[in-house]
Nanobody, 125 residues
Framework: QLQASGGGLVQAGGSLRLSCAAS????????LAWFRQAPGKEHEGVSC???????YYRDSVKGRLTISRDNAKYTMYLHMTTLKPEDTAIYYC?????????????????????WGQGTLVTVSS
């Protein structure tokens, strides 16, 4: 299972670090991703990280959000800086068993097998 944490209320321009702790599966062979859903909007992919650490981001968060993973701790992170009100959403972490070490995608949530419960990020203007 996946357990997301670290959300909260922050002012625009502020920072947060989200964590996603995994248990019950072999973390090393999984690609990981963060998705989010803002009020009244579609679920959207934010970023993903492959088994060997390749990272990919949607354009609107490039340069502000950084995804990382610590395989020894079975944990993924999303370091969020220069936050904007439009980043307000529930953030979900997800994992999928992946044979390709250098592949991940944040575009297709249906690819992912495991999902965390979500953590709310609210950015005030």
């Amino acid at each position: 299972q996946l357990q997301a944490s670290g959300g909260g209320l922050v002012q625009a321009g502020g920072s947060l670090r989200l964590s996603c702790a995994a248990s019950g599966f072999n973390f090393d062979v999984y690609a990981l991703a963060w998705f989010r859903q803002a009020p009244g909007k579609e679920h959207e992919g934010v970023s993903c990280i492959s088994r060997d650490g390749n990272t990919y981001y949607r354009d609107s968060v490039k340069g502000r959000l950084t995804i990382s993973r610590d395989n020894a701790k079975y944990t993924m992170y999303l370091h969020m800086t220069t936050l904007k009100p439009e980043d307000t959403a529930i953030y979900y972490c997800a994992a999928v068993s992946q044979q390709l070490r250098n592949y991940c995608s944040y575009r297709f949530p249906a690819e992912y097998d495991w999902w965390g419960q979500g953590t709310l990020v609210t950015v005030s203007s």
